[in-house]
């Protein structure tokens, strides 16, 4: 295969997908010390933004999961003693979640170590560089067009 254009769809495609795994793999590595995955980290993230707790459903939805898996999800953040089930006030029969104070403590830290970690990722780059690349990637997460279908209808993606 011949060398592509550094500017073709395609390259321009596999950068940013390796510079999305690049960030994937860095806050893998940084949620280590607290022993939390990224999918647990969202959860965290799901719970500890809500003013009041939440039902499991909520979660699986936030996360895209089954409820059976948010609540595994919600069982490991239990063992790691960063949140609590709680009866739901408005139905007893339900179930929610909420932080323990050690998880909205956990909750600040993560917060700031992801923010810690994007400022090294992002610092590499010049102010203008970053206004730059934010409107570049503005520009393509635009939500006024919707890439997900086909864009011609008799087309259909290969079947795998």
Same mark, same amino acid.
């Given at each position: 295969?011949? !060398?592509?254009?550094?500017?073709?769809?395609?390259?321009?495609?596999?950068? #940013?997908? &390796?510079?999305?795994?690049? #960030?994937?793999?860095?806050?893998?590595?940084?949620?280590?010390?607290?022993?939390?995955?990224?999918?647990?980290?969202?959860?965290?993230?799901?719970?500890?933004?809500?003013?009041?707790?939440?039902?499991?459903?909520?979660?699986?939805?936030?996360?895209?999961?089954?409820?059976?898996?948010?609540?595994?999800?919600?069982?490991?953040?239990?063992?790691?003693?960063?949140?609590?089930?709680?009866?739901?006030? &408005? !139905?007893?029969?339900?179930?929610?979640?909420?932080?323990?104070?050690?998880?909205?403590?956990?909750?600040?830290?993560?917060?700031?170590?992801?923010?810690?970690? &994007?400022? &090294?990722?992002?610092?590499? #780059?010049?102010?203008?560089?970053?206004?730059?690349?934010?409107?570049?990637?503005?520009?393509? #997460?635009?939500?006024?067009?919707?890439?997900?279908?086909?864009?011609?209808?008799?087309?259909?993606?290969?079947?795998?």
């Amino acid at each position: 295969m011949p !060398d592509m254009p550094s500017d073709s769809p395609v390259a321009l495609r596999d950068m #940013l997908m &390796a510079t999305t795994r690049t #960030l994937r793999k860095r806050w893998h590595q940084r949620l280590q010390p607290w022993d939390l995955s990224p999918h647990e980290y969202r959860a965290l993230r799901i719970i500890g933004g809500a003013e009041q707790p939440i039902r499991l459903g909520v979660i699986a939805q936030s996360l895209r999961i089954v409820p059976r898996s948010a609540t595994e999800v919600v069982d490991r953040l239990e063992a790691h003693g960063l949140a609590e089930r709680v009866p739901d006030p &408005a !139905d007893r029969r339900a179930v929610c979640v909420r932080l323990t104070d050690h998880g909205r403590d956990t909750f600040t830290e993560l917060d700031e170590a992801r923010d810690a970690d &994007a400022d &090294a990722m992002f610092t590499r #780059l010049d102010s203008a560089e970053r206004r730059d690349l934010a409107h570049l990637l503005a520009k393509l #997460l635009d939500s006024g067009h919707d890439d997900s279908r086909p864009q011609d209808p008799d087309r259909h993606p290969p079947r795998r």
